[in-house]
């Protein structure tokens, strides 16, 4: 495979990558406006905020200023904290999901990796196979059940860990 196929073949992913965000951002916007008693309902909108979000305004260009807004990464008010902008609560949470994203690659990489070598070291020994279905288990529950299992037993019944928030800074 020479550099030249490898330079093409990312030049053609992402040449595609942006008709498919575009596919992906006009479904989003659809569904969002096919929701009848969403936020964006007309019984739910005062006119002030019918004009900050152009409502008013015919389906195909509310599509161009949400697209403007997804491109230019400026993603309009926070309809929940009147004054603040929902890129200033990203921002505000952008510590803590990368702390906590950081957080859950170390268990990962920590119990993975060494579970990983500890059944590579014996194919098929009784320790190969724990850990095989051990790790099948892993990615065959869902998420959801996962996280309640983590909240009881570490979280209730260990107490190492708060069940929910994030603990503010003293």
Do not use: C
């Amino acid at each position: 495979v020479s550099e030249v196929s490898i330079v093409a073949f990312v030049l053609r992913r992402v040449f595609w990558s942006i008709p498919v965000l575009l596919i992906v951002i006009l479904f989003t916007f659809l569904l969002v406006r096919a929701i009848a008693t969403g936020p964006f309902a007309p019984q739910n909108q005062p006119f002030g905020e019918r004009k900050e979000f152009h409502l008013d305004d015919p389906w195909y260009e509310q599509y161009a200023f949400y697209v403007k807004g997804v491109f230019t990464l400026d993603l309009g008010p926070f309809r929940i904290y009147p004054g603040r902008s929902v890129n200033d609560n990203i921002a505000g949470q952008y510590p803590n999901s990368m702390l906590l994203g950081l957080l859950a690659f170390s268990w990962a990489v920590g119990i993975g990796v060494p579970a990983g070598i500890l059944a590579a070291l014996r194919p098929g020994s009784v320790r190969d196979v724990v850990l095989m279905a051990l790790s099948s288990l892993g990615f065959a529950l869902p998420n959801f059940f996962v996280a309640t299992l983590l909240i009881y037993y570490v979280a209730l019944r260990l107490g190492w860990v708060p069940t929910s928030g994030w603990p503010e800074e003293p």
